[in-house]
């Protein structure tokens, strides 16, 4: 079956303890993405991959790190993580970028940092 | 700098009834547009999208949406709706084939019987 999974789906933790939350696709996609859901916002974007070893910066990065060293994985590092963050967490991948392809989203982490 | 606003947070409409939900942009050309839906407790699924050609375009599960670039806008309609319609809906914006997407803020929207 074709599908984007995120692990954990429910974290609570403590400030500064670090974690990361992972994302894998078994669609050999090629964009990878991770968003924040906070209510009233929307989503947001927070980095984005266009391929292996290629990320950049969407609109809110600051607190957290990407890594994409194989096409399948694009996990969520957050080196410090603080009360800010407590957030609902999607991973998305398309096949080709965005103007032609959909994006398939992952079912969701919930963070919660106390 | 592009954004997208969803004027109305919180839609309640009758099962059966007509359904319009209004999406505005802002960007000096024409973005590629997205309508995204958000059953509760799920991810988001792709409703329908829009990059050039026929303003009219139409997506899953009943729904269409019209781009107007005169009003900068792209709102998703649907005939009659259904209490699975219940969901939140998202409309998303990007301005090149790669890289930043945008989301409004969305709307929930709550079907009565």
């Known amino acids: 079956e074709a599908q984007v999974t995120q692990n954990p789906r429910y974290l609570i933790t403590v400030t500064g303890k670090k974690l990361t939350v992972t994302c894998s696709q078994n669609?050999?996609?090629?964009?990878m993405s991770w968003y924040r859901q906070d209510p009233g916002l929307g989503l947001r974007q927070i980095y984005y991959s266009m391929n292996v070893e290629v990320t950049d910066k969407g609109d809110v990065p600051e607190g957290y790190k990407v890594s994409r060293k194989e096409k399948r994985n694009f996990p969520l590092i957050l080196e410090s993580p603080s009360p800010n963050q407590t957030s609902l967490y999607f991973c998305?991948?398309?096949?080709?970028?965005?103007?032609?392809?959909?994006?398939?989203f992952g079912p969701g982490t919930r963070l919660t940092v106390t | 700098a592009q954004s997208v606003t969803q004027p109305d947070i919180h839609i309640t409409v009758s099962e059966g009834a007509s359904l319009e939900l209004r999406c505005n942009y802002s960007?000096?050309?024409?973005?590629?547009l997205f309508w995204y839906v958000q059953s509760p407790g799920q991810g988001l699924q792709l409703l329908l999208k829009y990059f050039s050609g026929d303003t009219l375009v139409q997506g899953i599960k009943g729904f269409e949406a019209e781009f107007k670039r005169s009003q900068s806008s792209f709102n998703l309609r649907k005939p009659s709706v259904h209490w699975s319609d219940a969901a939140e809906y998202f409309c998303?914006?990007?301005?090149?084939?790669?890289?930043?997407?945008?989301f409004g803020a969305g709307t929930q929207v709550v079907v009565t019987p």
């Open positions: 960007y000096g050309a024409t973005p590629y």
């Open positions: 998305a991948s398309s096949r080709e970028g965005l103007a032609s392809y959909e994006q398939y």
């Open positions: 669609m050999n996609h090629e964009y």
């Open positions: 998303v914006l990007t301005t090149d084939s790669w890289g930043k997407l945008q």
